[in-house]
């Protein structure tokens, strides 16, 4: 029996939160170094696992599995492909940064009792969100998936409900209330996804008598498990729907703007960046594993919404007039753009797809960051109340610049690899589909340099006249970001060798296979 | 003409002149009966207490007398169980009236647990501050006194004390040990009259807001006996259509495997009209005891007027014993009559589980809020009910299990928010309590969401439980509308969460009183069954399912 | 005569009995009328076992006599103390606890 | 030798990156990292340059190929250079007028505290332009494209304090990224047509022929369209070009640079790259005649009106670039002029345009040239070499306008048909033009009386010459401007050194070259000559009067800004505001409104909960009587 190393990777960080939680009232301090340690560790465990996974090696590897509710036909299996392992490094990787820029996000304001610890609260649950994501990406039984994708709503409640913008509300109760709202918003519409999603889980089950996904998936190719085919489109559905809820795909996309307005920039990026994707990922993984004929024969109607989001996302982003709202609807344009990619069902697409999971997770780690260190500083979350901050704060504004930018996918960052794949993937197969998302890319620049002009160019407003640079640690979040947005952004391969034989396996699942070009190439 | 054939009858018996048969004695397995016989004669020991032991150590001496009862009791269970009447040797004992199996042995040892985490929630007197240097629990001084008046106040200062709940509550136990496991409709009815009688007093005897407390027990009274009646008519029916009492037999004629009917008695033997009417009274008798929609006006009144442990411990125990009785006579009785009930029942499930999910949102008060979440879980496990499949039978043991522990531990957290009147039940005053005490206030939320089964709690695990069985047993649409009425659910129970964690605690907010150890017991069993359960259900899910099999 | 027509006769009696239970406000004449219904039961049970020739419903009636009378001990309790904190008996006084 | 293509894009890469990320301690000696990387840069194209002459005309591509950057299925994305000559004759361009700028910059932005980074910026967007023009595949090409439009973008919006200059620069990346749209749809189709976007099997390298013409004609159209777009919205062609002239809110080094010598011709690069696309969809290379055509008169006729000195130069390049676009258009007979027109224009076109500069670094940064005049005698050699870069312009004989010019509508004549009659009338219609407003500028700038008072602050103007880092690029590209055009010419050096890649013809003209010359020349005298009447005789006004309908549409861009922002800015937030209300009320009013609906059936539904025990038992004995009804109707249905 090896070292279960995906276990220990969720383990860690679950245990850590214990711990953190544990750290008494005076040691605020400490806890934070904790958590940050643990996230470190964690980051560590992950680049183990990637560096032991084989691309070549079998569809799942690294994989345990023991008996947990055999009642239920429940088993605790867990398996990484090479989708799962890069969302996993991708969860671990981004972890570190929202700690470290959330470094003073709770620290406590008023005088609760003293037994009252945000500041531990806030860390552990982060680590309790990391431990249940890295899990979700990890676990190839849709129950053992099924419980983690609907328990992590909890502490991602609690963080979006218990932690605003500090500097925006000194016992503001009008803020208060919206924040609450916000998180009950966020958590009934994951829950409804998640319970109609618990119906097509029995349902599931009650056909195929088990939830081991390879088993179902091996029993579906070899014709033992028939599936009606209005049966397999209702699961479908039911699993689709809870995913589209969290990825989030228009119309079921009104909670993101709330929640990530409302929460501090730190736990706006674990929403979008972190948990949306599992939503995704579990397009990608269970809808179209489980249910490749249903997918198929919903494509047309998906395809649709995810244009849809793409325009709709980016023409509101536009509109708006609070910087954490732009960013949210910029990435529900996203969402549409990876959900694009998973459903045109092609390689292109769907590596494009996985790899855009990861570049939108460290691009919009980068931008909201940034916009996180500027609302800190100014206290406002209106992009209205700035202006001129670029000649206040120059490094502050590259930053942010080369935020947007990536956001804006554009080429030599990474963004625009997967971005561009997936439009390619897209428009072999479905042209119109393919040109109308291109206008998103019109769009997003539109979006972004707005953004960019009001706050950062322009005569300086007297409210940021006085407003600090970058300092050590906001630059120590924002630096390694970058880095990598640019690396990924030439150097995309060590991504994609990864990515492209899973997204192949996926591909014969669903018996598809690219469109061949007209004219071969002469090689 | 039916007639002078019964008139024969008799005159022929009369007529007959051959001496009367000595009555042989009845055979009774005490071995197998004692968890009741311990339970009801540490009852009986309660009252001769209150008799003769001095009021300075009554108190002790009830809890003593009870807790090793109710202990001696579930280990007689276990026993039982251990040695097989629960699945091999299950049987039935005392001439056919109980059945010990595996249900039965089941439902008593939850019973009794709850029964024992609900003495020391009776027991707990460091909540209320001391009057007069006498330490005080939830209830009145001397129950017949008027509050506030004279005598009442003169019963504190002599710090009386109600101990007659430990043996009240000791003989409602009894009952409920007995109805699930009653065998025939006589001792079910008796059965439930025991559980019931003991428990509208209980609700009368609060120490605080005592016309709401005694308001509650006169409806819960009033109530009660107006569906016992209905039961009691409805047996007579049930006994009307097939001559007998006994479950069995009434099961047979129910299939038409009795034979030898008198064709003079065809006019009411085997008559269908009686059997429906009467099915359907009794298991609306039972449905007003699990407080299922049309019948659950009662719960929020007496839920929030009752003493608050007493609350808990009648919200636990009484579904269950309750739902064992309802699964006994619908699995046993009347298999045969599936396709007759089975539409029925989808229907009061469904209206259960949307009623109470939809009115709870608008409540304002903590207990009646736990009322109605508790009348939406009764519809959830009326849905595995439905199933009518040995899984189904297994899902609700399982779910009655997970449900009564967390439903005490959370009547108990509500014991311990306190201000000047008492325990302050109403929302409001529950806002910001995550500030002030946040252990208490996750401690709730833990049982919140279990309440609302999220998952790795208790409560997700009976839920998927009870709805895979539905769901397998053909009731797909149920488990629909069961998760939708869910997804209404959470909204209320996460109201509350938003209301403790993330509001501003009011200045003149209530206090969090510090319990003794008992109600820390309490409330301590109800988070780890709820974790337990929630996380590795399996041994459990286990005992359900051998113990899923009745016994005909 | 056609032991049938008592079993209408206790359905009559069960019906007023519930009706009263109904209409009444007094709390002990709602009492009343419960135990009314209880008797009709009996009266039920009674008939039945005269009808099916065994001896299983009239001892049912005895038991069903000693759960009233048990009845009667808790519920006049109940009542008498409610009417002593309230000088009312009425059932429709006793309503702080709703919606 | 191949290796040193990577570091043509590694010298200036460098620079920026250490510029950018230096911090303050580098800005005493950022300009000089900066211009020494440039020039650098230069040295190594000039040593490439030498390499390839020595070779046979045949093997004169080079390629070097780094990693293979995207692989994902069949597609394929590889990061490799192609330099065969007509990406040398860029690289030249480029390092050569690049490293002038930089020095001339240095002194231009002396007094600016953010000059680091401006070299910076300035070296961001040498190597993207190589890149550009180096890549040996679309995708490739791509991100150089939209490197420079970065680049412009920052350079543009350079003084962001100025939201003028901050809205210019979103303005021209946002219009790009209509082009981009193109681009990136151009290599969707080739990727599903072709199933490559590299340049060696689709375009053919020297040897065997690409794959490009073997697709239905139908999809190289498309292709060639979409390049096109990508090609307006660089090069500033109608209906793309509106960006050009706010562009010139930057400062001047950089509209020399970018906005007249090298970024805005990338779009002619693209079309001449994609010939082997372009030949065989003639429908689209018509299209492409049409653009060009459009925009030179547009550019001209816009550049007649504008009193701001670098407006106007900025149309001239606007149609100076649709003289291009038009070439490009003509296929064979005209992609090497469009290069060699490309060429001069890049020397006369920079050089003009650091001559504004330095007119406005002796006039406190005035562009009304209404406020200049008598220029000639305060600043003599900007006078001299503007008016070199003026004479080049107009296409005065011998000089390099003349020839490049001259050849361009030639070959639209060449055209033949009526189209070729057309196109050529266009062209010539287009130099008068051209000598007309040139010669208004140089008149209004140089001669007449001096108009210029002092400004707000109330200090004078000291017009005097500027410093010699910023004299000597000027005189350097007056060199160019005026021998470059006969260098290429004599002897037709340039076909022969671009044929291998382009393909040449010599398309016969229905008029004869010496007709066309002649005819031109008739123009251009007629064209200074009213310009001459206009501005030379009578004295200029200083606040501009009214003026006729045409001119004060042309002031306005013939409205084609205006028509933007009504239709496309106005329309757009409409759109948003509509939507962001629509998402407030329709997609969230729906779930808050169920949510709202259920709360009020609770609330409703707990008014039955009245209290009253009796209504409790009502309830009770109706459930009992419905649940005996139903069970009964069960067995009765």
């Given at each position: 029996m090896s070292f279960p190393l995906l276990t220990a990777t969720a383990v860690l960080p679950a245990l850590g939160a214990i711990a953190t939680a544990a750290v008494p009232a005076a040691q605020r301090v400490a806890a934070k170094w904790l958590a940050?340690?643990?996230?470190?560790?964690?980051?560590?465990?992950?680049?183990?696992?990637?560096?032991?996974?084989?691309?070549?090696?079998?569809?799942?590897?690294?994989?345990e599995s023991h008996a947990w509710i055999p009642d239920f036909g429940v088993r605790y299996q867990l398996g990484v492909d090479g989708i799962?392992?890069?969302?996993?490094?991708?969860?671990?990787?981004?972890?570190?940064?929202?700690?470290?820029?959330?470094?003073?996000?709770?620290?406590?304001?008023?005088?609760?009792?003293?037994r009252w610890r945000p500041t531990q609260g806030f860390f552990a649950l982060i680590l309790a969100v990391e431990a249940m994501v890295i899990i979700s990406f990890e676990a190839t039984d849709v129950f053992l998936f099924y419980i983690f994708f609907e328990a992590m709503l909890i502490p991602m409640y609690f963080l979006i409900g218990g932690f605003g913008d500090r500097a925006h509300e000194h016992g503001d109760e009008a803020a208060a209330t919206q924040r609450s709202y916000a998180a009950v918003k966020f958590l009934l519409y994951n829950l409804v996804g998640g319970l109609i999603m618990l119906a097509a889980v029995i349902g599931l089950y009650v056909v195929a008598g088990s939830f081991s996904l390879q088993e179902i998936v091996h029993a579906r190719a070899d014709g033992s498990l028939h599936m009606a085919t209005s049966t397999e489109r209702w699961l479908f559905l039911g699993f689709f729907f809870a995913f589209a809820v969290k990825a989030p795909l228009w119309p079921l996309h009104t909670w993101l703007p709330n929640a990530m307005g409302e929460a501090t920039a730190p736990v706006a990026v674990l929403i979008t960046a972190v948990v949306d994707k599992v939503g995704t990922f579990a397009m990608l993984r269970f809808c179209l594993q489980l249910f490749p004929e249903a997918s198929k024969w919903a494509t047309p109607a998906i395809l649709v919404l995810a244009l849809i989001s793409i325009v709709y996302g980016a023409l509101l982003a536009v509109?708006?007039?609070?910087?954490?709202?732009?960013?949210?609807?910029?990435?529900?344009?996203?969402?549409?753009?990876?959900?694009?990619?998973?459903?045109?069902?092609?390689?292109?697409?769907?590596?494009?797809?996985?790899?855009?999971?990861?570049?939108?997770?460290?691009?919009?780690?980068?931008?909201?960051?940034?916009?996180?260190?500027?609302?800190?500083?100014?206290?406002?979350?209106?992009?209205?109340?700035?202006?001129?901050?670029?000649?206040?704060?120059?490094?502050?504004?590259?930053?942010?610049?080369?935020?947007?930018?990536?956001?804006?996918?554009?080429p030599g960052l990474a963004p625009f690899v997967s971005e561009f794949l997936v439009l390619v993937g897209t428009f072999t197969r479905y042209p119109v589909v393919g040109i109308i998302a291109t206008f998103g890319i019109v769009l997003a620049a539109l979006y972004t340099l707005v953004l960019y002009q009001r706050t950062m160019t322009g005569p300086v407003r007297a409210e940021v006249a006085e407003m600090p640079d970058l300092r050590v640690r906001e630059l120590l979040v924002v630096a390694p970001l970058i880095a990598l947005l640019i690396f990924l952004g030439v150097y995309p391969k060590p991504i994609t060798d990864i990515v492209n034989p899973a997204v192949k396996q996926t591909m014969s699942d669903v018996q598809k296979t690219d469109p061949q070009p007209e004219v071969e190439a002469a090689k | 003409m039916s007639a002078s054939a019964v008139h024969s009858l008799w005159t022929t018996a009369a007529t007959a002149a051959e001496p009367i048969s000595k009555i042989d004695a009845p055979k009774i397995e005490y071995a197998q009966l004692s968890p009741t016989l311990i339970v009801i004669g540490a009852a009986v020991v309660g009252v001769l207490v209150e008799a003769f032991v001095p009021r300075k150590s009554r108190y002790y001496t009830q809890v003593f007398v009870a807790v090793v009862a109710l202990a001696a009791a579930f280990s007689a269970v276990v026993a039982l169980a251990a040695s097989g009447y629960g699945t091999t040797k299950a049987h039935i004992a005392a001439m056919g009236a109980i059945a010990v199996d595996g249900p039965a042995l089941f439902l008593q040892g939850t019973i009794l647990l709850a029964g024992i985490l609900g003495v020391f929630t009776f027991a707990e007197r460091r909540l209320d501050p001391e009057a007069h240097g006498n330490r005080v629990d939830a209830f009145a001084a001397q129950a017949s006194s008027v509050p506030g008046s004279d005598s009442e106040k003169a019963a504190v200062k002599a710090g009386f004390t109600t101990t007659e709940v430990f043996p009240l509550l000791l003989f409602a136990i009894s009952g409920m040990l007995v109805f699930p496991s009653a065998n025939d409709l006589l001792t079910l009815f008796v059965a439930l009259e025991v559980f019931s009688l003991p428990l509208y007093l209980l609700c009368a005897v609060a120490r605080r807001k005592r016309l709401m407390s005694q308001e509650a027990a006169v409806k819960y009274f009033l109530l009660g006996a107006f569906a016992s009646a209905f039961t009691l008519f409805g047996i007579a029916l049930?006994?009307?259509?097939?001559?007998?009492?006994?479950?069995?037999?009434?099961?047979?004629?129910?299939?038409?495997?009795?034979?030898?009917?008198?064709?003079?008695?065809?006019?009411?033997?085997?008559?269908?009209?009686?059997?429906?009417?009467?099915?359907?009274?009794?298991?609306?008798?039972?449905?007003?005891?699990?407080?299922?929609?049309p019948f659950h006006m009662w719960t929020p009144d007496v839920y929030q007027g009752a003493p608050t442990p007493v609350t808990g411990f009648m919200a636990a125990a009484t579904k269950v014993a309750a739902f064992g009785a309802l699964l006994r006579l619908l699995y046993v009785v009347l298999p045969g009559m599936r396709w007759d009930w089975r539409p029925v029942m989808w229907a009061v499930a469904i209206v259960t589980m949307l009623g109470g999910a939809i009115v709870a949102i608008t409540q304002t008060d903590i207990k009646r809020l736990l009322a109605y979440s508790s009348i939406a879980h009764a519809g959830f496990i009326l849905a595995g009910v439905i199933a009518t499949s040995p899984d189904g039978v297994s899902s609700v043991l399982f779910y009655l299990g997970a449900y009564s522990f967390v439903t005490i531990g959370a009547f108990a957290v509500v014991t311990l928010v306190r201000d000047a009147g008492g325990e302050a039940t109403h929302l409001s005053k529950w806002a910001g309590l995550g500030r002030r005490s946040p252990l208490v206030a996750a401690v709730f939320a833990v049982f919140l969401l279990a309440f609302a089964g999220i998952p790795l709690t208790s409560g997700f695990a009976g839920k998927f439980a009870v709805f895979r069985a539905a769901a397998e047993g053909g009731a797909g649409a149920l488990v629909v509308v069961g998760v939708i009425s869910s997804a209404i659910a959470a909204f209320f129970y996460i109201r509350v969460i938003v209301l403790m964690f993330f509001s501003e605690p009011k200045p003149e907010g209530p206090t969090v009183a510090v319990p003794s150890p008992l109600t820390m017991t309490a409330i301590a069993a109800g988070v780890v069954v709820t974790l337990v359960l929630g996380v590795a259900p399996q041994y459990f899910l286990n005992l359900a399912n051998q113990a899923g099999v009745f016994v005909r | 005569m056609n032991p049938v027509n008592y079993l209408y006769l206790s359905a009559l009696l069960f019906t007023i009995g519930a009706t009263g239970v109904l209409i009444r406000?007094?709390?002990?004449?709602?009492?009343?009328?419960?135990?009314?219904?209880?008797?009709?039961?009996?009266?039920?049970?009674?008939?039945f076992s005269r009808m099916h020739g065994n001896l299983d419903g009239q001892i049912i009636a005895f038991f069903t006599m000693v759960v009233a009378a048990a009845e009667v001990v808790v519920g006049l309790a109940i009542i008498v103390s409610l009417f002593r904190s309230r000088h009312s008996a009425s059932v429709d006084d006793a309503s702080l606890m709703k919606l | 030798m191949e290796n040193l293509i990577a570091l043509l894009i590694a010298a200036p890469l460098l620079g920026a990156a250490v510029l950018l990320c230096g911090g303050r301690r580098l800005d005493a000696v950022g300009q000089w990292i900066g211009t020494v990387l440039a020039a650098a840069s230069f040295v190594i194209a000039a040593v490439l340059f030498a390499d390839m002459l020595g070779k046979s005309p045949e093997d004169r591509t080079f390629t070097q190929h780094l990693f293979s950057w995207i692989a994902v299925g069949d597609f394929r994305a590889d990061v490799g250079f192609q330099l065969d000559q007509l990406s040398m004759t860029f690289v030249l361009l480029i390092t050569g007028v690049g490293s002038l700028i930089h020095v001339y910059s240095i002194g231009y932005m002396e007094h600016d505290e953010r000059r680091r980074r401006f070299f910076g910026y300035l070296n961001l967007f040498l190597a993207a332009m190589l890149l550009l023009v180096l890549a040996d595949n679309y995708l490739l090409l791509y991100v150089g494209w939209e490197g420079v439009g970065l680049a412009s973008y920052l350079l543009i919006g350079f003084w962001q304090h100025k939201p003028s200059?901050?809205?210019?620069?979103?303005?021209?990346?946002?219009?790009?990224?209509?082009?981009?749209?193109?681009?990136?749809?151009?290599?969707?189709?080739?990727?599903?047509?072709?199933?490559?976007?590299?340049?060696?099997?689709?375009?053919?390298?020297?040897?065997?022929?690409?794959?490009?013409?073997?697709a239905g004609e139908g999809k190289l159209t498309a292709i060639a369209l979409m390049l096109l777009l990508a090609a307006c919205g660089k090069s500033a062609q109608v209906p793309l070009q509106s960006w050009l002239g706010d562009a010139m809110e930057g400062p001047t080094p950089v509209s020399a640079l970018i906005h007249a010598a090298t970024m805005v011709t990338a779009g002619v690069y693209l079309i001449v790259r994609s010939a082997a696309v372009f030949n065989a969809a003639p429908d689209a290379q018509l299209v492409v005649t049409v653009v060009g055509g459009v925009t030179l008169l547009f550019g001209a006729i816009v550049g007649c009106a504008k009193d701001d000195i670098k407006k106007a130069l900025a149309g001239s390049t606007m149609s100076q670039i649709g003289y291009m676009v038009l070439a490009a258009g003509l296929g064979p007979i005209g992609y090497v002029f469009a290069i060699m027109h490309l060429v001069t224009h890049g020397f006369f076109k920079a050089g003009l345009f650091l001559g504004a500069g330095s007119v406005m670094h002796g006039m406190n940064d005035e562009v009304d040239m209404r406020k200049f005049g008598g220029l000639r005698k305060y600043m003599p050699v900007t006078f001299v070499t503007f008016g070199l870069g003026y004479l080049a312009i107009i296409g005065f004989p011998g000089l390099s306008g003349f020839f490049s010019k001259d050849k361009i509508i030639e070959a639209a004549f060449a055209k033949g048909g009526t189209e070729g009659w057309i196109l050529g009338g266009v062209a010539l219609l287009g130099a008068a033009i051209t000598a007309y407003y040139m010669t208004r500028v140089m008149i209004m700038?140089?001669?007449?009386?001096?108009?210029?008072?002092?400004?707000?602050?109330?200090?004078?103007?000291?017009?005097?010459?500027?410093?010699?880092?910023m004299t000597i690029p000027m005189i350097v590209l007056a060199f160019g401007s005026v021998f470059a055009g006969a260098f290429f010419s004599i002897g037709d050096r340039f076909v022969h050194w671009l044929e291998p890649v382009t393909g040449h013809s010599e398309g016969d003209s229905p008029v004869s070259a010496l007709?066309?010359?002649?005819?031109?020349?008739?123009?251009?005298?007629?064209?200074?000559?009213?310009?001459?009447?206009?501005?030379?005789?009578?004295?200029?006004?200083?606040?501009?009067?009214?003026?006729?309908?045409?001119?004060?549409?042309?002031?306005?861009?013939?409205?084609?800004?205006?028509?933007?922002?009504?239709?496309?800015?106005?329309?757009?937030?409409?759109?948003?505001?509509?939507?962001?209300?629509?998402?407030?009320?329709?997609?969230?009013?729906?779930?808050?409104?169920?949510?709202?609906?259920?709360?009020?059936?609770?609330?409703?539904?707990?008014?039955?909960?009245n209290g009253y025990a009796r209504s409790y038992a009502v309830s009770m004995f109706g459930g009992a009587a419905i649940l005996v009804a139903a069970t009964l109707l069960m067995r009765a249905v």
């Open positions: 940050l340690l643990v996230s470190l560790g964690t980051l560590a465990l992950a680049a183990v696992t990637l560096v032991r996974f084989d691309p070549d090696g079998a569809r799942y590897q690294l994989t799962g392992v890069a969302l996993v490094a991708l969860t671990a990787l981004l972890i570190p940064f929202v700690i470290l820029a959330g470094w003073h996000d709770a620290d406590p304001m008023e005088t609760g009792s003293r509109g708006q007039r609070d910087i954490k709202r732009l960013v949210a609807y910029a990435s529900i344009s996203h969402f549409g753009f990876i959900i694009l990619g998973i459903f045109a069902l092609t390689t292109q697409g769907q590596s494009g797809a996985t790899l855009y999971m990861v570049n939108h997770g460290i691009s919009t780690a980068a931008l909201m960051l940034v916009a996180g260190f500027l609302i800190s500083r100014r206290g406002s979350r209106l992009i209205a109340d700035y202006g001129g901050v670029q000649k206040v704060a120059p490094v502050l504004a590259g930053t942010f610049l080369i935020g947007s930018l990536a956001t804006l996918s554009l | 049930l006994y009307g259509y097939a001559g007998s009492m006994s479950y069995a037999t009434i099961a047979h004629v129910v299939d038409g495997t009795v034979t030898n009917v008198d064709p003079a008695l065809a006019g009411t033997m085997g008559n269908d009209v009686l059997l429906l009417m009467g099915m359907a009274l009794v298991v609306m008798g039972l449905l007003f005891k699990v407080g299922a929609v | 406000r007094n709390a002990i004449v709602v009492f009343m009328c419960i135990e009314l219904m209880l008797n009709a039961c009996n009266l039920a049970f009674v008939v | 200059a901050a809205t210019a620069a979103k303005k021209a990346f946002l219009v790009n990224r209509v082009g981009d749209m193109g681009l990136s749809i151009a290599i969707m189709l080739m990727f599903t047509t072709f199933g490559t976007f590299a340049f060696g099997p689709l375009l053919g390298t020297e040897g065997h022929s690409g794959i490009a013409g073997d700038t140089f001669f007449g009386e001096k108009r210029w008072q002092p400004d707000a602050e109330g200090h004078e103007p000291h017009p005097h010459e500027s410093p010699s880092s007709t066309v010359t002649a005819a031109t020349m008739v123009l251009l005298v007629v064209g200074a000559g009213i310009a001459y009447l206009q501005y030379g005789r009578s004295s200029v006004p200083v606040t501009a009067p009214r003026g006729s309908l045409l001119t004060r549409a042309a002031r306005r861009d013939l409205y084609q800004d205006d028509f933007n922002h009504v239709v496309l800015v106005r329309g757009g937030e409409h759109l948003t505001r509509s939507l962001v209300y629509v998402d407030h009320t329709l997609v969230d009013g729906v779930v808050n409104g169920t949510a709202a609906s259920v709360g009020g059936l609770s609330g409703r539904l707990r008014k039955l909960q």
